[in-house]
């Protein structure tokens, strides 16, 4: 039996440099990601607070609020930024981020690529994301049964700018807004790369040297096999938010 992944999948499309500027997960490409596991060192199991718990219920953003609807269901879609948000708010507590700021983070990371119009480079997304944000701070404050405060929308929509901006590439006005939200624009960093397991190429994989975030490593097997096991559920005929919550289940993040 060939293990070559058929021509259409997004690991041939990658290799080619075809990929569509919407891309969806396929059966081949999961079973890649499957065979290229890295070899984890064990980890310990996660838990999280019941109050990152509620807001991970609420981590599934409305499709109306995408720039793109075809994003959904994509791998910048629901379940890319459920994950993300769960991996924030395993970074939050590892790092003892205070709980109001923990809440921040994750509805940061739920929203970050909600203004992207495709799977490519669409470079500008989080700018986009982060003034769709403020715009509508009330509403997204509302749908986490949370609060919008001046500061948390600063820091919140600072994050999700700065999500796509690498370190190096910081601008001094850059700098400045990351020194106000610096530890939630960090997290919201590690969140986003260590979800780079779905990605259809190893070198776009998760890099440590990327972020600033020490708990990064340790949470790279749960990283993975959230993955794993959501991509799977999808295909198996999960919506989005189900399969994400059914991973959630299984690895005992969510009750």
């Not at 700065?162 to 624009?185: G, S, W």
């Not at 972020?211 to 198996?236: I, K, Y």
Request: charged share 25%.
């Amino acid at each position: 039996m060939s293990t070559t992944p058929p021509a259409d999948s997004l690991v041939e499309l990658a290799a080619r440099k075809q990929l569509p500027h919407h891309q969806y997960t396929d059966h081949a490409t999961v079973r890649w990601i499957e065979a290229n596991r890295p070899d984890f060192p064990e980890a310990p199991a996660h838990e999280l607070r019941v109050t990152s718990q509620r807001l991970l219920y609420r981590s599934a953003i409305p499709v109306t609020w995408m720039a793109e609807p075809k994003l959904a269901d994509s791998l910048h879609g629901i379940r890319h930024a459920m994950r993300t948000a769960t991996l924030a708010a395993l970074l939050a507590e590892a790092t003892g981020l205070p709980q109001d700021d923990t809440a921040t983070l994750v509805l940061a990371a739920a929203f970050h690529d909600c203004r992207r119009l495709h799977d490519k480079d669409d470079r500008g997304h989080g700018a986009r994301a982060a003034v769709w944000l403020t715009d509508n701070a009330d509403t997204v404050w509302a749908h986490f049964h949370l609060t919008a405060t001046p500061q948390r929308i600063d820091a919140a929509a600072t994050a999700v700018r700065l999500h796509e901006v690498p370190y190096d590439a910081f601008a001094p006005d850059d700098a400045a807004d990351h020194a106000r939200a610096l530890h939630i624009t960090d997290l919201l960093k590690a969140a986003d790369a260590l979800d780079r397991y779905r990605l259809p190429k190893l070198s776009w994989w998760p890099d440590s040297s990327l972020v600033r975030t020490p708990a990064f490593d340790a949470l790279r097997s749960t990283a993975f096999e959230l993955v794993v096991a959501s991509e799977a559920a999808h295909l198996a005929g999960f919506e989005s938010a189900d399969s994400v919550f059914k991973a959630l289940e299984q690895r005992g993040l969510i009750s």
